[in-house]
């Protein structure tokens, strides 16, 4: 079967026989998949030492006719993130996220809100003159990972009784449970203020940029108590 295009990120690589990889990769149109490379170990024609995470890549994929286990012909750099791997916070934060996605992302099943959401969070933490806590984009990845892959936590209403929260309102919060627990469904250990639910709720929804530095804590945590619920992911 002839080989197709397509891009994506490098989320793992192992060493097979003399001189071949299996690669994990996250790809926009296949989503997770594994692949054999052959020669990769040695082969600069085809590969040229550019499967490394981080950097965006263009795949030239084939598939088997049976089994899991693609063929990875060629690879090559489309977006090259120097910046992002240059500093130790920033490669924190990647990492992190990238290995939620790899976690989660279900096998040759096309994701493209992660996708797309995963390639934002990797040029935000690439600007060379940016200030911003890395943590805060991966926080605010994080709550929108949640809510694309389909376990996002309702900060809006009550997910037992369905009562919304009023605006600007402090509540309570279970991850395990989904969302907000109101005090006359029995309400929940953490509570949140009501500023923070409300910039806790748009990075939800995918907007960037709302999350404040004490926030960081507390929504990197709700994500992973999510994701260990829901996935069974451990903390990392």
């Not at 209403?157 to 109101?182: I, M, N, T, W």
Request: charged share 25%.
């Amino acid at each position: 079967m002839p080989s197709s295009p397509d891009t994506g990120l490098l989320l793992g690589k192992v060493d097979y026989r003399e001189s071949d990889w299996v690669v994990t990769l996250f790809t926009r149109q296949h989503g997770r998949v594994s692949a054999l490379a052959r020669g990769a170990r040695r082969s600069q024609k085809r590969f040229g030492g550019v499967l490394e995470p981080m950097h965006t890549l263009t795949l030239a994929l084939e598939e088997r006719p049976t089994g899991d286990l693609m063929i990875l012909r060629e690879a090559s750099i489309e977006v090259a993130r120097i910046h992002l791997v240059s500093r130790l916070d920033t490669l924190e934060a990647a990492g992190r996220a990238l290995g939620w996605v790899r976690a989660s992302a279900p096998q040759q099943q096309p994701e493209p809100l992660v996708y797309a959401s995963i390639l934002e969070l990797l040029d935000q933490l690439d600007q060379p003159a940016q200030q911003r806590d890395p943590r805060l984009f991966l926080a605010e990845f994080g709550l929108y990972f949640l809510s694309a892959i389909g376990i996002g936590i309702d900060l809006h209403s009550c997910v037992r009784c369905g009562r919304a929260c009023a605006e600007g309102r402090a509540a309570y919060v279970d991850p395990k449970k989904g969302g907000l627990v109101c005090r006359a469904c029995g309400g929940a250990s953490r509570k949140l203020e009501g500023p923070e639910r409300e910039r806790f709720a748009q990075a939800s929804s995918g907007t960037s940029g709302v999350l404040e530095s004490p926030d960081i804590e507390g929504a990197l945590l709700l994500v992973e108590q999510a994701l260990a619920a829901h996935l069974g992911i451990a903390r990392g």
